[in-house]
């Protein structure tokens, strides 16, 4: 597979730098939520919709699609973290990548790149696509690969292997979920809740979505500024009791 790896993107990187708007270009799709997350979850609004607005409807798509994705990333996210570091194309120093025009966003060579997150839930949720409509799912498969995941390749964010593991663990997981018999008590209980708190039901799976479109990015700028907060808290109390902080400084935070 290394051997895979370092010839496809070898190939791939004789293009870079050759034309600075095909490069931007792919730097625009790469970062561009509404492109990537947005088309795909705005088909799958569609599906959950189109007889109704019922996500306790039989099947329970909506709800499997959700689950199945979730599962997905924290089974990625493990394998982040648990399997041995690997450096982006763009960061290997014996691979002497050349990097297109532009810039890569931040906060995207802090993780390991195998597998690719993106992958992972994008083929997840084209799975559950092609479970509701076959000509939608392809569609989307097709949507993942060239849209969503050449980018990452080409801008040197990942290797091909980083991909097909993704799109492997995306769709692993999430067949076994649509398939998966549910007591008749699951649908029934989840039809009660929809009838008596519609609009928190229907707001609770908005927002989730909106968070699985945009790869979580709000959530996790939100729990890194906690974090950073609470963490400039603590030193300024350490530093108040060693008496080091100024008082106009000590006033100003408070």
Sequence with gaps: MQAFDLMVIGWLNQFSNMNLTF???????????????????GLLWWVWMRNGPNFAAPGLHALRSIAGTLLAIVVARAMQNLLPGRLRPMQEPTLDFLQPFGDHPPGIVELSSF???HAVMFF???TALFFAVRALGI????WTTVVICFPRIYLGYHY??????????????????????LPSAIPNLLARVQLRHTGLVFAGIFLLTLQ???MFENSRRLLA?????LGSKEAQVDRKSKGTVPPSFDAALD
Aim: aromatic share 4%; hydrophobic share 55%.
């Design 139 to 142: 569609a989307a498969y097709i």
């Design 160 to 181: 091909p292997s980083d991909i097909i593991a993704g799109a492997v663990v995306g769709v692993l997981i999430m067949i076994p979920v649509m398939r998966m018999p």
């Design 212 to 214: 699985m479109a945009t």
């Design 115 to 117: 597998p690719s997150d």
């Design 124 to 126: 997840a949720l084209s």
């Design 225 to 229: 500024g906690a974090a950073q907060v």
């Design 23 to 41: 490069d931007k270009t792919l730097y625009v799709i790469a970062d561009n939520h509404l492109l990537k997350g947005g088309v795909i979850m």
